[in-house]
């Protein structure tokens, strides 16, 4: 114990940024511990709080930059990616993807404090074309207010955090592993929060063949696009989609077939709306097994007007 408070006493801006970089990059490695636990012990030494306000501000919004560029050079690409390592794939399906659109970059105000959004918007800054200038001046703001929240906390507080620090102290030699033991059980439970929601989404599918011939026949269902609209209009739509954001404009389209689709791993936003619009009455109601990418690698017709 005594070795990780002289590593924060001494080293205790890097581990900050460190920590805040890997955490906003996408690695679960908690990032709010080690700046309470920072602050809290600046306060004791009667040192400034406001170097590490400046260095986790910081930290933040590079990790967030390296999103926003790799999401304007990559766009999809990079948001499919992240779906598919994300411990919290909830992030990046429909409810991340309609805050964003309707709010756009002020969402990034308080994106860091809605778990798993702030990458995935991040991202979407970059793929959806948001002005450099506009997204580093939003983005600042809420990795200031998030940074803010955490110093804070260890000032005010600071006593309470020696009272935790003493109580590891007394477990001697058993702190460092039980703080590790802690870490790991905060990343399974992530892991097991990842493995149930892609348990809700196994239903049905339709597949591209199938809904090709749905439509020739002239029985064509009432299609949903739930893709962000950039990517929509830079390649194509199945014809005939319905371009929907929130399962409230979907709610406005009632149809006893419904298919949906989307551009992520396991169709995961369109399976999220389509549960729940079985939840709300439709019928049958079915995602595109392979979404757009599916479609479109088959050959059949995609629409641009």
């Known amino acids: 114990m005594e070795t990780l408070l002289h590593l924060i006493a ?38 400034s709080v406001w170097p590490i306000l400046i260095v986790s501000t910081l930290a933040a919004v590079m990790a967030d930059w390296l999103w926003f560029v790799g999401g304007r050079r990559l766009g999809a690409k990079l948001l499919r990616l992240m779906c598919r390592l994300s411990l919290s794939p909830d992030s990046c399906v429909l409810m991340t993807r309609g805050v964003y659109s309707r709010w756009g970059a002020p969402s990034l105000i308080v994106a860091k404090f809605i778990p798993g959004f702030a990458a995935v918007a991040t991202t979407l800054a970059g793929e ?10 939003y983005d600042g703001i809420g990795a200031l207010l998030w940074s803010g929240l955490a110093v804070a906390l260890g000032a005010i507080f600071h006593e309470a955090v020696n009272s935790v620090l003493e109580q590891l102290e007394d477990l001697g030699r058993f702190a460092l592993p039980a703080i590790l033991i802690l870490i790991a059980v905060f990343v399974l439970w992530k892991l097991w929060r990842r493995q149930m929601f892609l348990r809700q989404l196994r239903m049905a599918r339709i597949t591209p063949m199938e809904l090709r011939q749905l439509i020739d026949e002239g029985t064509s269902p009432l299609i949903l696009d739930v893709r962000p609209e950039p990517m929509r209009n830079a390649s194509g739509w199945i014809p005939g989609a319905v371009f929907v954001r929130t399962l409230g404009e979907a709610e406005l389209l009632p149809r006893d077939e419904v298919v949906v689709y989307c551009d992520c791993p396991n169709e995961a936003s369109a399976a999220v709306l389509a549960r729940e619009l079985n939840k709300h009455g439709f019928k049958r109601v079915r995602p595109l097994a392979g979404g757009f990418e599916g479609w479109r690698s088959e050959g059949n017709q995609v629409a641009f007007e």
């Not at 959806?128 to 001046?137: M, P, Y």
Request: hydrophobic share 50%.
């Open 10 to 47: 001494v080293y205790g801006l890097l581990v900050v940024f460190v920590s805040v970089f890997l955490d906003q990059g996408g690695i679960p490695v908690p990032a709010y511990p080690p700046i309470i636990l920072t602050a809290a012990l600046a306060v004791d030494r009667g040192d």
């Open 128 to 137: 959806t074309g948001t002005r450099t200038g506009r997204f580093l001046f």
